[in-house]
């Protein structure tokens, strides 16, 4: 059984009369903050760390960068060109520092773990001085009095992969959070970046995921969506005392606590027993986003998934068995290479099979440092265009198709947000399988449940009334 090492309160509280310390002269000089969050929801959840820090120290959130005193751009690796936008980014803020010479600029995120990333981004952008990467946000005081000090900083080691528990948060949203359940990830996918950043994979104690979740609702929220990598390896390891199933039957009784998701999940560790807890409990979520990457068991291999394509119709069909409502979302990556005609075609026929509300489709791009980089045979992008541009008209039509099923259901939405058209109001919100619905309402009712019915199924959304606030 592995054990997971934690952050001592003791560093922890000193971290906070840094904090503390630094507070009262930058409430007194008014000091602003904005923070740009690229990528995935982990680093929205990051973010929510590093302005709760920022709040602490005194600063107030800045509505954009031109009136901001700090500046920080929270980086994504995983996606192609990340580098060269952030590079613009930077680049586009010196005037800003001009300006105001007494503005910090950083930078954070997982780009920051890749290799001499840091060195070259200090080198290249002296209006630059506090870089640092995903492991360390629980010394962010600390980095920030380093930097208002006068010192330009990179802190990006990896030693330092333990959880750091009650950091604070600054978070915009009052209906929803993302709760980590775990860091990192052990699963080496042959195209992805994100062990070598992210470290090994660390799940949170129990009693401190429920703990949050319970401070959480007592705040009003009622949607939380638990946060990993793969969260259907929770506990895996032994470090937390039970899996991924029994952790959601454990947070499942917190009262107030209306809706469970989770992502995401890896189909290797989707197990009967996580089918079972999604099916037996009333506040989980019928929605699984379930990456499948390709539909070809030979390209499933080369990127090192560790199931097959009949494996992962097995689990569709299963959840559909125990869960007839029940809604996949998925990944796919075209153009890995090797991947050949028929192999693609595998993938169209497994779409066409499972009929996804959605898929995320992208284009393979190398990421420096993994194994896929460095195989023989990548695939031309004007093939790996065509690839796309046909799996994008066919999960066009699967969505119709998933659409249409939908007129005259009747359910509970959790409304999110609404979009103000001439003189009427469209509010638009979730029903628990995620599929999104829009329809007339007032804007006092957001952040609350209603019941609509689904009167229109367009190309892309649901049309529908209330019948009931
Ligand atoms: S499961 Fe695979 S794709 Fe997902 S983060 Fe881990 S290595 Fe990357």
Redesign the pocket.
């Known amino acids: 059984m592995k054990t997971n090492s934690f952050i001592s309160e003791q560093e922890l509280t000193e971290q906070k009369q840094i904090a503390s310390a630094l507070s009262q002269e930058i409430r007194a000089r008014n000091l602003k903050f904005f923070v740009e969050t690229f990528g995935c929801q982990m680093n929205v959840r990051d973010s929510e760390t590093i302005k709760g820090w920022l709040s602490l120290i005194g600063y107030q959130e800045a509505a954009d960068k031109e009136t901001a005193d700090l500046i920080l751009f929270n980086t994504c690796c995983v996606r192609e060109h990340a580098e060269k936008r952030l590079m613009g980014n930077i680049g586009a803020l010196k005037e800003l520092k001009d300006a105001n010479p007494g503005m910090i600029i950083g930078i954070c995120g997982c780009m920051m773990q890749q290799q001499d990333m840091a060195k070259k981004l200090l080198k290249r952008f002296p209006h630059v001085s506090l870089i640092f990467g995903t492991n360390v946000l629980h010394r962010f005081p600390e980095m920030l009095r380093a930097v208002l000090n006068g010192e330009r900083i990179a802190v990006t080691d990896r030693a330092d992969d333990a959880i750091a528990e009650d950091l604070p948060k600054l978070r915009d949203n009052e209906r929803s959070a993302f709760v980590n359940i775990m860091y990192g990830?052990?699963?080496?996918?042959s195209?992805?970046?994100?062990?070598y950043v992210?470290g090994h994979e660390r799940s949170r104690k129990p009693e401190d995921i429920r703990n949050e979740i319970v401070s959480l609702t007592d705040s009003g929220i009622t949607e939380i969506t638990l946060l990993g990598?793969?969260v259907n390896s929770y506990g895996n390891d032994g470090s937390a005392g039970m899996r991924f199933a029994d952790l959601l039957r454990y947070v499942s009784d917190v009262p107030g606590l209306k809706r469970i998701r989770f992502m995401?999940s890896?189909p290797k560790d989707l197990n009967e027993d996580v089918m079972q807890a999604i099916a037996s409990l009333g506040n989980v979520c019928h929605h699984v986003h379930l990456?499948v990457q390709s539909g070809n068991n030979e390209i499933l291999k080369r990127m090192n998934?560790r199931y097959t394509r009949e494996h992962y119709l097995s689990i569709v069909s299963r959840l559909r068995e125990l869960v007839p409502d029940i809604e996949f979302t998925t990944d796919i990556i075209v153009g890995f290479p090797g991947e050949t005609e028929e192999a693609f075609s595998d993938t169209l026929s497994l779409v066409e099979e499972v009929g996804f509300a959605a898929a995320f489709t992208f284009a393979y791009s190398p990421r420096l440092g993994t194994v896929a980089a460095r195989m023989e045979d990548q695939i031309p992008e004007s093939v790996k265009k065509q690839r796309l541009k046909a799996l994008n008209e066919l999960q066009a039509r699967k969505t119709v198709e998933n659409n249409l099923k939908y007129i005259g259901h009747i359910g509970e939405v959790l409304v999110e947000g609404c979009d103000e058209r001439g003189e009427e109001t469209m509010l638009y919100g979730k029903y628990q399988n995620f599929k999104m619905v829009y329809f007339p309402g007032c804007k006092e009712l957001l952040n609350r449940y209603v019941t609509v019915k689904v009167t229109k199924a367009n190309k892309n959304s649901l049309l529908g009334e209330m019948i009931d606030a």
């Open positions: 990830c052990d699963n080496y996918c195209y992805c970046i994100v062990p992210r990598q793969n995401s890896h990456p998934r």
